[in-house]
Each structure stands twice: as C-alpha cells, then as structure tokens.
C-alpha cells in the first residue's frame, strides 16, 4: 500500500499495473476498505490494471471533518488520478462508490472512458434514515450494527455458505473510524442526482443486486431509464454482489468496457 498526500486527507491506495493500456479505478461502499475487491482481481488483472483506494476515513485514509460531501469525495479521486498522471480511467464504484460515480461522471466526463455503478441509487435513503445511523453508531459504536449490516450487505444464502469472508468484512466494519463513517453517512444522506442524471454522458453499465433491500432493482432502472448511455445487469445478490459473485461482477465489467 502506498500513501498520498491530498488537499485534505492522507489517501491510502494501492496501483496495481499488470501492463495493460486501461486502468481500473474501485471506490468502496461505505464501512469497507479497499480490500473488499480482493477477489475481484484475479479475472480483471488480465485486462486493466488496477487502482483501489480508501475514501476518506475509511482503511487506512485520514480524515479531519465531521461531515464530508459526495463533491468532496468525488474531488479527491481527481486528484488521485492527477497525482498519478492518469488521464483516463474506467471506474467501478458500489453503494457510496456508486455515488461518487454518478457525480465523477456528470462533473469530469472526460476522465472516464466508462463507469461502473452497482448497488447505488440516485438517492439512497432519505435524512432522516441516516440522521438515526448516525446517532445509533455515535452512542453505541459501529460494532451495535454489525447484524442488520451483515443482512443488509450479504444474502441469506451467502451468510450460511461464507461465514469467514462474512466476518472477515464485518471485522474491517467494525474497526474503521466512526468519524470516517459517520462523515461519509452525512455525504450519502445529502446526496440526490435524480434530476442530474440526464447530464452524465459517460457510457455507464448498472449492476443490480436482485436481493438488495438497499438499493433495490427498481433504484436501478431509474437510473438507466434517466441517464443518456446505460445498460443494466442483475445479480442474485444482496448489497455487496461484488463480494457475492466475483467472476460473474469482473465479467460484467470486462464485456461492458470492451464492447
């Protein structure tokens, strides 16, 4: 892992160059860190190389504020890809990622060759929602939430096969920093690109997770119905199908970014 100094964080990543022409930007969802792609790597490095981060307050990335935006987040990875003099990139981002990809397309077109959004809505939740998130982690920690996170993030199913991996992410849950995660609670909360869609010309493929009460389906199509250039697939997946079916995720992305 390698560290950057960034207007206003230490950003962790890790650029991963396999000696492919395109490069492969992940953005996490909320509570994780860049470690959630891991088995994703292993079909995509024969076709991009890799750049994973941790968004702020997230792994092993700094963060100062109380409360950040998705203009924030979405900044930061401009400059991260400034830092490392990549002009243009292919992105992938899931829940918060997939927010971050909605406004880095609508904002920065001409930095992204095509995005990637799964699991993610033009407006996930509503404030009042997050505003008792909030208010639950900071009295009681994020290890009170572990339960609902994992049923929210993983399909029954998943649960009962994968009980370590389950853990595994729930563990990287429950150490981040509260200050990061709340932060970017706020960020999540305030953000809505339903009437902006119509502005994000990047050609964009939806992953959909079948099984996912979060960002369901239906939050899905919305998006493809209201953005210029977009496909939709699904995945009988809960919240994190990256996790849930790794090949089948790469897959989708590979014959997105080649055709």
């Known amino acids: 892992m390698l560290k950057v100094q960034l207007t206003n964080f230490i950003c962790n990543y890790n650029l991963e160059n396999f000696g492919h022409e395109k490069t492969l930007i992940f953005s996490n969802s909320l509570g994780t860190n860049l470690s959630m792609w891991e088995d994703n790597i292993d079909v995509l490095s024969h076709h991009f190389n890799i750049l994973r981060y941790d968004k702020r307050g997230h792994g092993e990335?700094?963060?100062?504020?109380?409360?950040?935006?998705?203009?924030?987040?979405?900044?930061?990875?401009?400059?991260?890809?400034?830092?490392?003099?990549?002009?243009?990139?292919?992105?992938?981002?899931?829940?918060?990622?997939?927010?971050?990809?909605?406004?880095?397309?609508?904002?920065?077109?001409?930095?992204?060759?095509?995005?990637?959004?799964?699991?993610?809505?033009?407006?996930?939740?509503?404030?009042?929602?997050?505003?008792?998130?909030?208010?639950?982690?900071?009295?009681?920690?994020?290890?009170?939430?572990?339960?609902?996170?994992?049923?929210?993030?993983?399909?029954?199913?998943?649960?009962?096969?994968?009980?370590?991996?389950?853990?595994?992410?729930?563990?990287?849950?429950?150490?981040?920093?509260?200050?990061?995660?709340?932060?970017?609670?706020?960020?999540?909360?305030?953000?809505?690109f339903r009437e902006q869609l119509y502005n994000l010309e990047v050609p964009l493929l939806i992953i959909a997770g079948i099984?996912?009460?979060?960002?369901?389906?239906a939050d899905g199509k919305f998006i493809q119905k209201h953005t210029p250039i977009a496909n939709l697939v699904t995945l009988d997946a809960a919240h994190l199908s990256n996790v849930e079916y790794p090949a089948e995720f790469a897959k989708h992305i590979i014959h997105f970014t080649e055709h």
């Open 211 to 217: 099984q996912d009460e979060v960002t369901t389906l």
């Open 61 to 192: 990335s700094t963060i100062h504020q109380d409360k950040v935006s998705i203009a924030e987040l979405g900044n930061d990875v401009i400059e991260l890809l400034n830092y490392l003099k990549l002009d243009t990139v292919y992105f992938c981002g899931v829940s918060i990622g997939g927010l971050i990809g909605q406004w880095l397309g609508i904002n920065y077109s001409s930095r992204f060759e095509k995005i990637v959004i799964s699991n993610t809505a033009a407006k996930i939740g509503n404030e009042e929602g997050w505003a008792a998130r909030v208010k639950q982690v900071t009295e009681n920690g994020l290890g009170s939430i572990l339960i609902p996170t994992a049923e929210r993030w993983f399909s029954p199913d998943y649960r009962a096969k994968n009980p370590d991996k389950v853990q595994e992410i729930l563990h990287h849950f429950k150490v981040n920093s509260l200050q990061g995660y709340t932060a970017c609670c706020y960020a999540v909360a305030a953000a809505d």
